[in-house]
């Protein structure tokens, strides 16, 4: 059973960075991300983090997260789990490609660079 201790999270935002499905594989939509996301001190924080299950209904909990793949291989969580398959980035020359593609919802997501 993992623990997920939210003291644990080092704020570095990649799990609210958009993302897609690519061959079965979770994959982070860069320049792309939850529009609660900010960034402060030289880290990211959720601006609702207290009411993020109501103000963003997309929002996955850790455990949630966890489950679909959506944290990264270096989060602190899964960094020790070397059959966990977290998200993994796009090849810039896909990046652009979904980014072309895709219909951003804009009440969801912004712009955002980590
Ligand atoms: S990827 Fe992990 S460490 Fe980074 S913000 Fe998400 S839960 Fe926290
Ligand atoms: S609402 Fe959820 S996905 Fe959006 S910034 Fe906050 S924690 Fe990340």
Same mark, same amino acid.
């Given at each position: 059973?993992?623990d997920?201790?939210?003291k +644990?999270c080092?704020?570095?935002?990649k799990?609210?960075?958009?993302? +897609?499905?690519?061959d079965?594989?979770?994959k982070?939509?860069?320049g792309l991300?939850?529009r609660?996301l900010?960034?402060?001190n030289?880290?990211t924080?959720?601006?609702?983090?207290k009411n993020r299950?109501m103000?963003?209904?997309?929002?996955?909990?850790?455990?949630?997260a966890?489950n679909?793949?959506?944290l990264?291989?270096?989060c602190?969580y899964v960094?020790?789990d070397p059959?966990?398959k977290?998200?993994t980035e796009?090849?810039?020359?896909?990046?652009?490609?979904?980014?072309?593609?895709?219909?951003?919802?804009?009440k969801?997501?912004?712009?955002?660079?980590?």
């Open positions: 059973m993992i997920f201790d939210p +644990v080092n704020q570095c935002g799990c609210c960075l958009s993302s +897609v499905i690519l079965g594989e979770v982070t939509i860069n991300a939850c609660f900010e960034r402060e030289g880290h924080r959720c601006s609702v983090y299950f103000k963003a209904p997309w929002c996955a909990s850790v455990g949630e966890y679909q793949g959506l990264p291989n270096d602190p960094v020790d059959d966990y977290g998200r796009l090849l810039p020359i896909q990046n652009m490609l979904v980014l072309s593609k895709i219909t951003v919802d804009r969801r997501t912004k712009e955002f660079e980590l």
